[in-house]
């Protein structure tokens, strides 16, 4: 099977602007997870869609939303960019049932300057 | 809210000899899972091991496993037969049953010299 992939790996963007980040799930999966790792407050939880519908998020401002299509792949949205947004987003998939083991994409490293 | 703490920053290991991580955590829930994950250089995170709080066996993946007391809130990642491959930063993550979040300690890395 195909591990998770996410796209693009990298990215440069200005203060203001919008990015939206990309993530395909291991196929079978329908669970897709997010995370923001930085050195400072190293790894947290951004948001979790299942089947379409946010079902859990983490303590982050509106500026960063999500959305997971039918097909299960994920984008996850930031607007307004701040510099402190510069991070290594990470998206996870799982079944969506136990164990609940999560599989991790190689992350998108979105740099703000 | 659970916490997960790696209270080593840093440890060094000797290739083919073995190493422990430690990490607590603090949790009232009574079911949970809780993970070993591994992030190399390449920065891909890789599931190392996972254990179920409700089984007492600890769990073991071929170099890798871990001693988990319950009671104690501990969950310790040992590694016998370091391989420089194993140099990579490690996490310790906790998951409720219900499966949600996982909540990542601060990690440690781990460096293995040759």
């Not at chain 1, 995370?35 to 960063?64: D, I, M, V």
């Not at chain 1, 959305?67 to 998206?91: I, K, P, W």
């Amino acid at each position: 099977k195909a591990g998770v992939t996410q796209t693009p790996r990298y990215l440069i963007k200005t203060r203001g602007q919008q990015v939206t980040l990309s993530c395909s799930p291991i196929s079978g999966h329908r669970s897709v997870s997010w995370y923001q790792q930085t050195p400072g407050q190293g790894l947290q939880f951004l948001f979790e869609y299942f089947s379409e519908t946010q079902r859990n998020k983490g303590n982050f401002p509106g500026r960063f939303s999500g959305r997971q299509f039918s097909n299960s792949r994920s984008e996850m949205n930031v607007s307004t960019l701040e510099l402190g947004d510069s991070a290594l987003y990470l998206c996870a998939s799982t079944s969506g049932g136990a164990p609940y083991e999560q599989y991790f994409g190689p992350g998108t490293r979105l740099t703000v300057t | 809210a659970q916490t997960v703490t790696q209270s080593q920053p840093e440890m060094s290991v000797q290739e083919a000899e073995t190493v422990t991580l430690s990490c607590t955590y603090d949790t009232s829930e009574s079911n949970y899972y809780l993970f070993w994950y591994k992030q190399p250089p390449s920065r891909q995170m890789i599931l190392v091991i996972r254990q179920e709080a409700y089984k007492q066996q600890n769990a073991t993946e071929n170099r890798f496993s871990v001693n988990f007391q319950k009671a104690a809130k501990s969950f310790s990642l040992k590694i016998s037969d370091s391989q420089l491959g194993d140099t990579a930063m490690y996490f310790c993550a906790f998951m409720k049953s219900s499966g949600d979040k996982l909540t990542f300690g601060t990690g440690t890395r781990l460096a293995v010299r040759p």
